[in-house]
């Protein structure tokens, strides 16, 4: 739970003297990103190899609240599946892997899905 000034690099841990300032800013002035991924940025070289090395060892996916259809996060389903793992969908509408891929598919919004899920566990 990070933010990285875009100007220069500097890293911040989440508290919150820092979301103060919408948005956020470095001392130097730049603007403090979350350390996630945004719709159409370039997925770092380090966390494509950390997710490749944990879907070699994958024996169960579990697909939440996605279309499937935006690359490179759209192939890990296929990989899952081609090394015998099995995959578990949660989506309030059928997904582009729904018919192909899919072991069993929960059509439900996800809050809903996972929270009825956490209680039969017993960890809500």
Request: glycine share 4%.
């Amino acid at each position: 739970d990070y933010l990285t000034c875009l100007k220069c690099r500097t890293k911040y841990r989440v508290n919150e003297k820092i979301l103060e300032k919408n948005p956020p800013k470095c001392k130097c002035g730049g603007v403090l990103k979350p350390n996630i991924v945004f719709f159409e940025e370039i997925i770092p070289e380090e966390v494509l190899s950390a997710v490749a090395e944990e879907v070699s060892m994958a024996e169960l996916l579990m697909v939440i609240g996605t279309t499937a259809e935006i690359y490179p996060a759209a192939q890990i389903p296929y990989e899952v599946k081609r090394k015998g793992g099995n995959i578990i969908e949660i989506n309030p509408n059928p997904s582009a892997i729904t018919e192909t891929l899919t072991d069993i598919f929960i059509q439900a919004k996800a809050t809903e899905a996972l929270s009825e899920i956490g209680k039969k566990l017993k960890i809500i």
